[in-house]
């Protein structure tokens, strides 16, 4: 009987070293992000960047009409950083060189007629080359030439000149003003600049200088808003127009 209990006896198993080993599966850890200080002690997540809002044609026609400190900002922002302080007081423009400020009902001609009363007289008067009686400064060939067609009622008998740069040379206007009596010329800064280095301009005759400050292109921006206009139009200031309005011989418009 004892035998065949320790017969019965299981033999012991036999481990294959060989048999793949189970992977214990690891368990998923958690990831905090540190929160700054403000998010942490406010509670809430990041802020969103907010958009910059459009300008509306309503928001820039509560802007209002351009004003004679205007120009003096402007020319004080361009010339603060190239000159001594006593300099930029050579270049300030006194209240009795400006005309009346365009409250933006005048058409041109109704705006020159109210400013100048005398335009005819001076016309009738005068006979001197290489000069003019009135300077219009604007932005763009194409816009002389539609200040051009609103001058119709204003001008009479004066001769006007374009002053631009496209598709004139300037030899040609140079001849104009120096073969011709002229009275009027609207044209862009730059050019006017030009033919005033060249002598082609005098200003011992000049008694208007009129900016064409509130106009605004299709993107809404008027001619001081452009960078190379703004500059050109401080360097004909600089040419003797400021310290003419300074000796009270001639008068600034902004229309």
Same mark, same amino acid.
């Given at each position: 009987?004892l035998? !065949?209990a320790?017969?019965?006896k299981?033999?012991?198993q %036999?481990?294959?070293?060989q048999?793949?080993?189970l992977?214990k599966?690891?368990?998923?850890?958690e990831c905090f992000l540190?929160?700054?200080?403000e998010e942490?002690g406010?509670g809430?997540?990041p802020?969103?960047?907010? +958009?910059?809002?459009?300008?509306?044609?309503?928001?820039?026609?509560?802007?209002?009409?351009g @004003?004679?400190? /205007?120009l003096?900002?402007?020319? !004080?922002? &361009?010339?603060k950083? *190239? $000159?001594?302080?006593?300099e930029?007081?050579?270049c300030?423009l006194? /209240?009795? &060189?400006?005309?009346?400020?365009?409250?933006? @009902?005048?058409?041109?001609?109704?705006?020159?007629?109210?400013s100048c009363?005398?335009?005819a007289?001076?016309?009738k008067?005068?006979?001197?080359?290489?000069s003019?009686l009135m300077?219009i =400064? &604007?932005g763009?060939a194409? +816009? =002389?030439?539609?200040?051009?067609?609103?001058l119709?009622?204003?001008?009479?008998? &004066?001769?006007?000149?374009?002053?631009?740069?496209?598709?004139?040379k %300037?030899?040609?206007?140079?001849?104009w003003?120096?073969?011709?009596i002229?009275?009027?010329?609207?044209?862009t800064?730059g050019?006017i600049?030009?033919?005033?280095?060249?002598d082609?301009?005098s200003?011992d005759s000049? *008694?208007?200088v009129?900016f064409?400050?509130?106009w $605004?292109?299709q993107?809404?921006?008027?001619?001081m808003?452009i960078p190379?206009?703004?500059?050109?139009?401080?360097?004909? #200031?600089?040419?003797?127009?400021?310290?003419a309005?300074?000796?009270?011989? #001639?008068?600034?418009?902004?229309?």
């Amino acid at each position: 009987m004892l035998k !065949q209990a320790s017969s019965r006896k299981r033999s012991p198993q %036999v481990v294959d070293e060989q048999a793949p080993k189970l992977k214990k599966k690891k368990q998923p850890t958690e990831c905090f992000l540190a929160k700054s200080e403000e998010e942490a002690g406010s509670g809430e997540g990041p802020k969103k960047q907010k +958009r910059r809002r459009k300008k509306k044609i309503s928001d820039i026609a509560e802007s209002g009409p351009g @004003t004679p400190d /205007d120009l003096r900002k402007m020319i !004080q922002k &361009c010339l603060k950083s *190239k $000159r001594l302080a006593i300099e930029m007081e050579e270049c300030s423009l006194p /209240d009795s &060189c400006f005309l009346p400020v365009n409250d933006l @009902t005048h058409t041109l001609a109704s705006y020159l007629k109210e400013s100048c009363p005398k335009w005819a007289k001076l016309c009738k008067n005068h006979s001197e080359r290489n000069s003019l009686l009135m300077l219009i =400064v &604007c932005g763009s060939a194409h +816009r =002389v030439l539609e200040l051009i067609r609103l001058l119709t009622s204003f001008k009479g008998n &004066c001769r006007i000149l374009k002053l631009f740069a496209k598709h004139i040379k %300037v030899e040609e206007q140079v001849k104009w003003l120096r073969n011709g009596i002229n009275h009027l010329g609207i044209g862009t800064p730059g050019r006017i600049k030009t033919l005033i280095e060249q002598d082609a301009i005098s200003l011992d005759s000049l *008694k208007y200088v009129i900016f064409d400050w509130n106009w $605004r292109d299709q993107k809404l921006r008027r001619m001081m808003d452009i960078p190379e206009i703004q500059q050109d139009t401080i360097t004909l #200031l600089e040419s003797g127009i400021i310290a003419a309005c300074r000796a009270g011989s #001639l008068k600034l418009g902004l229309f």
